[in-house]
């Protein structure tokens, strides 16, 4: 009786997720926390116990459905419909999204589309350089709008901009200072939204210094937004990432449900952040909580109704226009609206892509994007193939404990010490790459001690004069040679992302062979510039760790 519990536990999990009532995705969160308890139960007990050998055994080699088929779901693919119990599902034809493979195609890209929009741009990420790629962007800006104040009738161009308080304030020239000339000539038409952690406050918030106290919470969400465009990444909006810092980026094509979604959300977070005056200084809205002088409580509470309200409004939405557009659940006997000559005109193509957007925001409550990452590693079957990459290779335990017991392949793509975008920094940031490679080592050798080294492979990326960035994640299915899914926006699968920083990325599901081979070619184009990892890996002279350094990442581990 107990065997079959444990046997079914997978299952439950989806089925709790598929269940859970409409609106309320914050219920999901208490799974998680369920899960994550259990785990670090298991922790104090023994962390190399046998239990993970057996853990393959808890997961069905085929996923149950427990939906119904739907027609936005063709077969094979309606296996991932149940994240749309969390998020707004926006489906799309596969001819609207392309995959950017450069620094230099995404920074040109986002000039052409400032230039060219209209209505609105929206630009979020951690921060923006002091460099004259950076200022040349915000001349774009500057022009963009200058050109619609001069078009006939009221400018119709606004401008939003979200960036984290702590990074964007970082020295005497900064991302603030960068953008006060176009806030002081147009201000009526610019918002930019600084936002503060509300753990970074009191005593904490006086005694760490700058560049330490981003150790506590960020700002990290990347999406840069132009009229119907959008453009997802994990790329800022500095020098580097425009030229030889190597990231991800995908660009979705006239789709105006889902930057209307990113708009509005960029909104929430810039609507609960310090609003840059003209003057250099920052002030809350009026009827907001202060991040860091008021009631953190209250103001997180308040923080996650705003956001919340955003995702829920979202999937009602799109709820109402597939059920409009797309004829699922029609009563017996009636003409599906796909088949009805006089509404067919009408309609928008059936869609081929899905775009699921997960949030994760732990800091206020939120935890949706760790929920949906968790039971993709954890229903995973045997015969799949999970690629997945972050330039910061610190994995939260439960997933490390996912990927060492489920029965899927893996091939993990992390940085080199050498590319490690903390490579040759001054102080005690210069020790950052050796403390990932000792985090890299210990995951390594836990590899080794299960026997895994066959269906676990890690792989450094290496580029002469280039760093790292990229994160995200491909799925295989058993016997497909293409991605079905993949995971693509800024969160790096680590401590910071899941509990600590402001994060969002999207889930693409496609059917589309052609965009499956375009998301297959990123992937492979990224790993072609790798390194398998040995046991010899660490007996070479850079990844030399010292002693001190050791000691100090057990410490230190869930700050970076």
Same mark, same amino acid.
């Given at each position: ?49 046998? #239990? ?41 034809? $596969? ?60 400018? $119709? ?8 308080? =702590?990074?964007? $304030? ?75 810092? @190597? ?106 892509? #899905? ?17 949906? =990452? ?41 940085? $080199? ?26 995951? &390594? ?28 994640? #491909? ?45 297959? @070619?990123?992937?492979? @184009? ?11 890996? &660490? ?8 002693? #001190? ?12």
């Amino acid at each position: 009786m107990a065997a079959a519990a444990v046997a079914e536990a997978p299952v439950l999990w989806r089925r709790l997720l598929a269940y859970l009532p409409r609106g309320r995705p914050a219920l999901a969160a208490l799974f998680a926390r369920f899960s994550d308890r259990l785990t670090r139960g298991r922790e104090r007990r023994a962390r190399r116990s046998s #239990w993970l050998l057996l853990a393959p055994l808890l997961s069905p080699t085929v996923p149950q459905l427990t939906a119904p088929p739907c027609c936005l779901c063709p077969e094979g693919f309606h296996r991932f419909q149940w994240i749309k119990n969390l998020v707004p599902e926006f489906g799309i034809a $596969s001819s609207h999204v392309k995959v950017l493979s450069s620094p230099t195609e995404f920074y040109e890209l986002m000039k052409e589309q400032i230039k060219m929009a209209k209505k609105r741009v929206t630009l979020a990420s951690l921060y923006l350089g002091t460099g004259p790629l950076e200022q040349e962007l915000v001349d774009c800006l500057e022009a963009a709008l200058e050109r619609s104040l001069q078009e006939s009738g009221p400018s $119709s161009l606004r401008v939003s901009i979200l960036l984290d308080f =702590t990074r964007g $304030s970082r020295g005497r020239k900064n991302s603030r200072t960068m953008l006060l000339p176009v806030l002081r000539r147009f201000p009526e038409q610019v918002r930019v939204s600084l936002f503060h952690t509300p753990n970074l406050r009191g005593l904490l918030r006086l005694l760490i210094p700058e560049r330490f106290n981003e150790t506590i919470g960020l700002q990290h969400i990347k999406v840069y937004l132009f009229d119907d465009n959008v453009i997802l990444s994990g790329a800022n909006l500095s020098d580097s990432y425009f030229t030889n810092r @190597q990231d991800r980026y995908v660009f979705l094509q006239d789709s105006p449900e889902i930057a209307d979604f990113f708009t509005e959300l960029v909104d929430a977070v810039g609507d609960v952040s310090l609003q840059l005056q003209q003057d250099d200084t920052v002030k809350v809205m009026d009827g907001m909580v202060h991040p860091y002088q008021g009631d953190k409580m209250a103001y997180c509470e308040a923080a996650n109704r705003r956001v919340m309200e955003v995702i829920n409004a979202a999937r009602t939405r799109q709820e109402l226009f597939h059920t409009q557009n797309f004829h699922c659940n029609q009563p017996e006997g009636e003409i599906p609206l796909s088949k009805d000559p006089k509404t067919v005109g009408d309609r928008p193509p059936e869609p081929d892509t #899905w775009i699921y957007p997960l949030i994760q925001m732990k800091p206020f409550g939120i935890q949706i994007d760790e929920i949906v =990452t968790e039971t993709l590693l954890m229903e995973a079957e045997r015969g799949a193939s999970v690629f997945l990459t972050t330039g910061y290779f610190n994995l939260t335990q439960a997933y490390m404990d996912l990927i060492l017991g489920t029965r899927a392949k893996y091939q993990i793509l992390l940085a $080199s010490p050498e590319v490690n975008g903390f490579f040759g920094a001054k102080g005690v940031a210069g020790a950052i790459p050796a403390a990932y490679v000792y985090i890299e080592q210990q995951f &390594f050798s836990e590899v080794c001690y299960l026997g895994q080294q066959e269906r676990i492979r890690l792989q450094e990326y290496s580029r002469s004069g280039w760093t790292f960035h990229a994160k995200g994640l #491909w799925l295989y299915l058993a016997g497909s040679s293409l991605p079905c899914l993949t995971l693509i926006g800024s969160p790096n699968f680590g401590y910071r992302s899941v509990h600590r920083d402001l994060e969002a990325q999207v889930a693409i599901v496609t059917e589309n062979k052609a965009l499956q081979q375009q998301f297959r @070619q990123e992937q492979e @184009q990224l790993y072609l510039r790798s390194g398998s990892v040995s046991a010899s890996t &660490f007996q070479q002279p850079s990844r030399y760790v010292k002693l #001190w350094v050791k000691m100090v990442t057990p410490l230190i581990k869930n700050f970076f």
